[in-house]
């Protein structure tokens, strides 16, 4: 991904960057069309599987990656956001909502095309963040984490609960039946023949997901560097001075929350597509606090850095999987440990490495080195304590 | 009688029991630099945070360049025109010297999210003459050869002067320097004198506080002592220097 780093930092001289960049990224966009083919060819289905999930989390990843990375706002409850997006498809997918509207005339709405439920799950999950957002204004840190964490919660107790007196979203259960996104007619899980190549419904995802993937990080990268951006980091680094710059702190968090939950959106939405079902049990504290992994161990606040940590932690259950198997079978004769089990204690055992080794995350911003690994200002002795007023 | 830019009228601060401030009034001319002394405690940083909007004052009356600023937010003082540094500085420490300008400029911009998306035409715009002011600033100030350095790696004077560029980067009527020659020697000083001079030449108003007596004697045009909560005394710096009621503030009553 290396092709990122020219949006990510301030390009000193345009023109090289222009002239490299965009042979590169050709490359990099011509490699990642092949990656499916080669990754269902030599490792399976199950690997292609994988790889469309971890592209739905490099989506949550970098909307966190606004809320906590560029605003700094603590937010343990992100994975509403996902849920908001996930149930927006699929009750405009499924027959969930046919007894509701069974001869109003309405019936059309539950084959709203993605094209509309995708903007709208983005708008929604917006709503709902700045819902989650003004409460919190004047929280920061611990105090903001509890709140949010809360209300992640709520959410998904909402769901769970909104049965009644109209079945919604059928509780527990959760939604059937959903039917994936389909483009002008043709439905995505029904397989395309380019010639010789078949498009399998995974294939499919893969290129709907690569697509949506891209303009997250376009939309990322290019708010990262504007007026908004600025504004947001300026908060992180230090609200009052950013109040005394003329920021309207209130809006500007406001739209942080907005803008990343809107990425949560677009996202569940994709999801709830792409498995047919949604429940509430999708959407658990353990999801945020994975997502809230990626960031951090990426390095919070790097484009590359989130992708990366949001690649890592899909993959890794996968990877156990196909290591802890065979190795057991072949040295052990029996299977002892479900990979499942070794999963968590690998986690841990990594962020507890990267925050001892490398606090700032295996990719880090410039800014975020600087704040881990160099000292603080100097302030000379007798202006803080001795001139007080 | 020249023009009063700032003026506020029996402004009153309380935290629980203290009185902050103490039916405090006083007018800022347009043009001129203005002092504002004190011993420790005085209230002089309370008075800026009120008039920066960081505080809202619990009585009184302030009205800036024709606009009444009572109890506004921060960002409505900063867009009304008044731009502040502080104390003990208030970096974006881990920002370049550069962007540091650059979100100043923020309430003289306005592309918003939309806008930074698109990479609209205005927005590439108004995206480069942003850059363009901050650098302009850095070079101000005299620190342009840091304008890529990380702040907090800035040395001391530097990130007073890097203050003063990001405040100034809000094209303010009004420039609030709260303490700026705080721990600096005398050569670097007498720069920031220099500097501070420059900034009103061009039209700018100045309010300071500082503890250098020498220095705002020479600087100021006008000065006003504050001492528990109120002013006690106003005038220009040969009547504050020979003020018996400022003289007994600083150096308490003599036995008799």
């Avoid at chain 2, 909007?53 to 360049?65: I, K």
């Avoid at chain 2, 020498?214 to 100021?220: A, E, T």
Wanted: hydrophobic share 50%; aromatic share 8%; with cysteine.
């Amino acid at each position: 991904m290396a092709f990122l780093a020219g949006d990510v930092y301030p390009c000193r001289s345009p023109m090289n960057v222009a002239t490299v960049r965009r042979p590169l990224f050709l490359l990099v966009l011509v490699a990642l069309s092949i990656l499916p083919f080669v990754i269902q060819q030599t490792l399976g289905n199950a690997w292609l599987r994988t790889l469309d999930t971890a592209m739905l989390y490099i989506m949550l990843a970098l909307g966190l990656n606004i809320v906590i990375g560029y605003a700094g706002l603590l937010d343990l409850g992100y994975i509403a956001f996902y849920a908001v997006g996930a149930y927006t498809y699929a009750l405009l997918n499924s027959p969930q909502l046919l007894p509701l509207l069974s001869g109003t005339g309405y019936e059309g709405l539950l084959h709203t095309p993605i094209w509309i439920v995708l903007p709208l799950a983005a708008f929604l999950a917006g709503l709902f963040g700045m819902l989650l957002g003004a409460p919190t204004l004047k929280l920061r840190g611990d105090y903001l984490a509890i709140v949010t964490l809360g209300f992640g919660e709520i959410i998904r107790l909402l769901l769970r609960n909104l049965t009644r007196p109209v079945n919604i979203t059928n509780g527990p259960i959760g939604i059937n039946q959903i039917a994936p996104a389909s483009f002008a007619g043709h439905r995505i899980t029904s397989p395309v023949h380019l010639g010789s190549i078949e498009l399998s419904s995974l294939h499919q995802y893969y290129f709907l997901f690569l697509v949506l993937v891209l303009c997250v990080i376009l939309v990322s990268a290019r708010l990262q560097d504007s007026r908004i951006g600025r504004a947001w980091i300026a908060i992180r680094e230090d609200e009052i001075a950013a109040q005394a710059m003329g920021i309207n702190t209130r809006n500007v968090k406001l739209m942080a929350f907005a803008m990343g939950a809107s990425f949560g959106g677009v996202s569940g939405a994709l999801f709830a597509s792409y498995q047919g079902f949604v429940s509430p049990e999708s959407f658990i504290l353990m999801e945020s606090v994975m997502v809230l992994a990626m960031v951090v161990l990426g390095g919070m606040g790097n484009i590359p850095g989130v992708i990366l940590g949001a690649i890592l932690i899909s993959l890794t259950p996968e990877v156990l999987r196909d290591i802890v198997n065979p190795l057991q079978d072949r040295f052990l004769g029996e299977r002892i440990v479900a990979p499942d089990d070794l999963r968590m204690l690998v986690f841990a055992m990594a962020l507890i490495l990267v925050m001892l080794l490398r606090p700032e995350g295996l990719w880090p911003s410039r800014r975020r080195k600087a704040e881990f690994h160099e000292a603080d200002p100097v302030v000379t002795p007798g202006t803080r304590a001795g001139q007080h007023d | 009688m020249t023009e009063a830019l700032l003026e506020i009228r029996g402004i009153n601060k309380r935290f629980g029991g203290l009185h902050a401030l103490n039916d405090v009034s006083l007018s800022i001319r347009r043009g001129e630099i203005y002092g504002l002394i004190g011993p420790n405690g005085a209230g002089k940083t309370t008075l800026f945070n009120v008039l920066t909007g960081l505080y809202q004052p619990d009585e009184g009356s302030f009205t800036f360049n024709g606009i009444d600023l009572f109890r506004k937010k921060p960002h409505v003082v900063v867009a009304s025109g008044i731009a502040r540094t502080f104390q003990n500085i208030r970096l974006f420490h881990n920002m370049t010297a550069l962007e540091n300008v650059m979100v100043g400029r923020h309430a003289r911009a306005k592309a918003g999210i939309l806008g930074a998306v698109l990479r609209s035409r205005r927005t590439q715009h108004e995206e480069a003459a942003i850059k363009q002011r901050a650098a302009q600033l850095l070079d101000y100030v005299g620190i342009s050869h840091r304008a890529d350095d990380i702040a907090k790696h800035l040395s001391y004077g530097d990130q007073r002067r890097l203050e003063i560029a990001r405040a100034l980067a809000t094209d303010p009527i009004l420039l609030a320097l709260d303490e700026p020659a705080a721990g600096m020697n005398s050569t670097e000083t007498e720069s920031l004198k220099r500097l501070m001079q420059t900034i009103r030449d061009s039209g700018i108003t100045i309010l300071l506080i500082e503890h250098d007596v020498k220095l705002m004697m020479g600087l100021c045009d006008r000065i006003a002592v504050l001492d528990y909560g109120r002013k006690i005394a106003e005038g220009v710096p040969e009547t504050i220097r020979t003020d018996p009621k400022v003289i007994e503030a600083y150096l308490g009553v003599a036995e008799s």
